[in-house]
């Protein structure tokens, strides 16, 4: 398959860890964030979204968390599969505007037997 | 449902030449997007389409057209290849009437090769 970035930061975790990666976003105008995953060949794939007015929003084992003051987001994962194996990404969404997402350089996680 | 589809899947084009890139999708969606994703830079916008019948520029649209063919359908044109617009392209669309937020949905990429 073929890489989507060359030179992304990279998370290796052992199967049945916990992951947390991060993503710092640039406006603190931003009021409804993304995390999404891509899989080598892919396209990327909606994993949860929060909005500006929540600090915290939990999926099927994964929890984004939300922190305006210092404006910055993770996206946590429990117990860790090796198919959670991939890039992922966070994306923001300035109000106002045109509902324009900006996307972060994405995160390699590589998930070890 | 399948989504957002795209075409062809790979592409090979000599510089001047031209071709479009075909998107499609099936979720009523009233905004499409086309992005290039390149290794170290992210998604960047190149069009998008707020509507049926409105298109706008995003942030690298030189060397691209489009066309919002109807509320399915958003082409990607590229009049005269470069190597420059070798890359992996991305349709993908999403409900936002009035600016009502709501995630992209992707298609899985058309990657062109621009010798």
């Known amino acids: 398959g073929e890489s989507v970035g060359l030179h992304l930061p990279t998370l290796s975790v052992q199967e049945g860890d916990n992951s947390i990666i991060n993503c710092a976003y640039s406006?603190?105008?931003?009021?409804?964030f993304i995390w999404y995953k891509q899989e080598s060949g892919k396209g990327p794939q909606f994993i949860i979204d929060i909005r500006s007015n929540m600090d915290k929003r939990q999926g099927q084992r994964v929890t984004v968390l939300l922190n305006k003051t210092v404006k910055h987001l993770s996206l946590q994962i429990a117990a860790t599969q090796p198919g959670d194996s991939a890039v992922y990404f966070c994306a923001e969404t300035v109000s106002g505007g045109y509902n324009k997402l900006i996307f972060g350089a994405g995160t390699r996680l590589a998930v070890h037997p | 449902n399948a989504g957002v589809t795209q075409t062809p899947k790979f592409q090979v084009l000599k510089t001047g030449q031209s071709m479009t890139l075909q998107c499609a999708q099936d979720m009523n969606h009233n905004s499409m997007y086309w992005y290039r994703q390149d290794p170290g830079m992210g998604l960047r916008l190149i069009y998008y389409?707020?509507?049926?019948?409105?298109?706008d520029k995003g942030e690298v649209p030189n060397g691209y057209n489009v066309s919002r063919l109807n509320k399915r359908e958003f082409s990607l044109r590229l009049e005269s290849a470069a190597p420059s617009q070798t890359s992996v392209y991305f349709c993908?669309?999403?409900?936002?009437?009035?600016?009502?937020?709501?995630?992209?949905?992707f298609g899985n990429g058309t990657r062109l090769t621009v010798t």
């Open positions: 993908a669309s999403r409900n936002d009437p009035g600016g009502h937020r709501s995630p992209l949905h």
């Open positions: 406006n603190s105008a931003s009021d409804y």
């Open positions: 389409s707020a509507s049926e019948g409105t298109t």
